[in-house]
């Protein structure tokens, strides 16, 4: 199954999802689907500054010491954006609605991850 399949999965799994997809910490896209209802989003800056996000919580863990980053939520007023590592320096990322039910949507992250390492 590919990286883009996955994604649109955990997309039509998730009443709420806005997008779905993986970014790198250094700051390259690699697969990002977007599920509408979100119009007003620029989803290639998302990918952008979440890559950029999960580059600092990286690097802000390593100074201090506390190992890897394994998840990351940031919860806006229009969205609430969850990361799982995948592997080092890559996350999967998912985009939703601030109604949607958070313990679903880390559980579809963490499906996200687990079935990309299979993957690769």
Known sequence: MSLTDIINEAIDKISG?????VVSTDGLGIEMAFAGGGEHLDIELAELEL??????ASAAS?????????DLMIETE???????MITPGYYAVLGVRPDTSLGRARFAVRQMVERMKQEL
Not at 17 to 21: D, I
């Open 78 to 84: 229009d969205v609430m954006y969850l990361a799982g």
């Open 17 to 21: 999802a806005l997008f779905a997809g």
């Open 51 to 56: 890559s950029t996000l999960a580059s600092a």
């Open 62 to 70: 390593a100074r201090i010491g506390s190992g890897y980053v394994l």
